[in-house]
């Protein structure tokens, strides 16, 4: 039961994720391809100011989320007048950035070594009891990002984002300013980011750089693809089956040395697969870029 829980809890916190991302992706058309580096951003932020300063982990993680915002404001400012190729590119390399600032800035993210003793939200008598009230935690914060992105969307200010997406010079002539909706856009999608990353950190209560790799945003962009550019209900049926997959491996009884390279592999095949026969996804609206 505590197996399942637990499950339950990482695919909740990849759901925040690829729902923050098919914003910025399936709704405003951007190919942003560094979203760990916000995940990371969050969860760094509030795990270190709980460690360091003492901050209660209910603090941190609106800091951390606040701080991801901001850095998605400088790049979205830095980046937004870029192509879709090169801002691709751009948002990679943002991710690359912030993956080696952790790893190699060991006097204050202690590198590959990581941050231990993290503190969870609550203290509970008992891992079952915990692992209970991060299940209802999680919950809370996947109906908060649904109930966020659902207000935009079915918004004057999502018809805009969507009018972007299929036109973006048709939505400039007629007066609206793109630059600063797709920065707001990209700003909200990094804040929700930097919320999964610091649920993570006070849930597995250690973090280091190998969690926030380009790997990560290469598979959170997968879930997105997955499950449907442009709808909800397609980054949860994404990221669910991208995060349980894996452990059917576990029940097959594959070596893990194996299965870790069997399991890319699979995800490369899958996402040809799907850009063939489906490009927009299962349950997905619309086609990639």
Request: aromatic share 14%; net charge neutral.
């Amino acid at each position: 039961m505590e197996y399942l829980f637990h499950l339950f809890i990482i695919s909740g916190i990849f759901v925040i994720l690829a729902l923050s991302l098919n914003l910025i992706i399936g709704y405003l058309g951007q190919p942003a391809l560094g979203h760990a580096a916000f995940f990371a951003l969050g969860a760094y932020s509030s795990s270190l100011l709980a460690l360091n300063l003492g901050i209660s982990p209910w603090i941190g993680l609106f800091i951390g989320a606040a701080f991801a915002a901001i850095s998605g404001l400088v790049i979205g400012y830095l980046t937004f007048h870029l192509n879709e190729d090169y801002f691709a590119l751009a948002t990679f390399g943002f991710g690359l950035l912030i993956y080696y600032l952790i790893k190699n800035w060991v006097d204050v993210t202690r590198g590959p070594m990581g941050l231990t003793n993290i503190p969870q939200f609550l203290t509970f008598s008992s891992n079952l009891e915990s692992l209970i009230f991060y299940c209802v935690l999680i919950v809370f914060f996947i109906l908060l990002t649904i109930g966020v992105m659902k207000r935009i969307v079915y918004s004057p200010l999502g018809r805009v984002v969507q009018s972007i997406r299929d036109d973006e010079i048709a939505a400039e002539s007629l007066g609206k300013d793109t630059r600063q909706i797709k920065i707001t856009i990209f700003m909200i999608g990094a804040f929700f980011a930097g919320i999964a990353g610091s649920l993570y950190a006070h849930y597995v209560t250690y973090i280091d750089p190998s969690s926030f790799t380009v790997m990560e945003s290469i598979l959170i962009v997968l879930m997105v693809i997955l499950g449907g550019l442009g709808t909800i209900e397609g980054s949860i049926i994404g990221a669910a089956i991208l995060i349980l997959f894996p452990e059917l491996l576990r029940f097959i009884g594959i070596p893990s040395a194996i299965a870790a390279p069997l399991r890319q592999m699979i995800y490369g095949l899958m996402l040809i697969i799907l850009i063939i026969k489906r490009p927009q996804g299962l349950v997905g609206k619309y086609k990639l870029w």
